[in-house]
T-cell receptor, first 112, second 116 residues
Framework: AQSVTQPDIHITVSEGASLELRCNYS??????LFWYVQSPGQGLQLLLK??????LVQGIKGFEAEFKRSQSSFNLRKPSVHWSDAAEYFC??????????FGRGTSLIVHP | GAGVSQSPSNKVTEKGKDVELRCDPI?????LYWYRQSLGQGLEFLIY????????KSGLPSDRFSAERTGGSVSTLTIQRTQQEDSAVYLC??????????????FGPGTRLTVL
């Protein structure tokens, strides 16, 4: 069965600092991987996704993620965080399995 | 084009009442999902519709929960005899069917349900 682990429940960074949110997955083959962001009171918005090819994926809002097969990871990064990035971030895994599995989420807090 | 829409955005009800939550998926998306998100929790899968196939109801927490999808488009999630533990945000998502983008879900803003 597929699973997703986001080890950090909360992450606190200062505005302008770099960010890395961790995501580890368990899957029997090369998965499709996703990062979503949920701002307060909103639904989930797709940030980026990996299906195949280049393991470094660029997304919206200046985010990127790197697929590392050897580590079963798909960590989300941003070089300089803005206060508006404060939100809940969800990693998800799937592959034609029609019900992607979501992690429990990481709450990002940005200090001025 | 329009995204996924849900109504109402907020619903307050009394314990024991029935509620209906509505989801309008993106036009042309044949897959539709319902999730529940309780305070501080991740997404809990509830039910999945794909075209004319029988829905996957494996995530429904009890027989008080049901959902239907009319004409392959609009979906309604019904909770009968609501309980306080049903209080949560109910999210709907849709996706295209087939091809590499099958698993990319597009979410609605959610319905916040409060059971008093």
């Amino acid at each position: 069965a597929q699973s997703v682990t986001q080890p950090d429940i909360h992450i606190t960074v200062s505005e302008g600092a770099s960010l890395e949110l961790r995501c580890n997955y368990s899957y029997g083959a090369t998965p499709y991987l996703f990062w979503y962001v949920q701002s307060p009171g909103q639904g989930l918005q797709l940030l980026l996704k990996y299906f195949s090819g280049d393991t470094l994926v660029q997304g919206i809002k200046g985010f990127e993620a790197e697929f590392k097969r050897s580590q079963s990871s798909f960590n989300l990064r941003k070089p300089s965080v803005h206060w508006s990035d404060a939100a809940e971030y969800f990693c998800a895994v799937g592959r034609g399995s029609y019900i992607p599995t979501f992690g429990r989420g990481t709450s990002l807090i940005v200090h001025p | 084009g329009a995204g996924v829409s849900q109504s109402p955005s907020n619903k307050v009800t009394e314990k024991g009442k029935d509620v209906e939550l509505r989801c309008d998926p993106i036009s042309g998306h044949t897959a539709l999902y319902w999730y529940r998100q309780s305070l501080g929790q991740g997404l809990e899968f509830l039910i999945y519709f794909q075209g004319n196939s029988a829905p996957d109801k494996s995530g429904l927490p009890s027989d008080r929960f049901s959902a239907e999808r009319t004409g392959g488009s609009v979906s309604t999630l019904t909770i009968q005899r609501t309980q306080q533990e049903d209080s949560a945000v109910y999210l709907c998502a849709s996706s295209v069917s087939g091809g590499v983008d099958t698993d990319t879900q597009y979410f609605g803003p959610g319905t916040r349900l409060t059971v008093l």
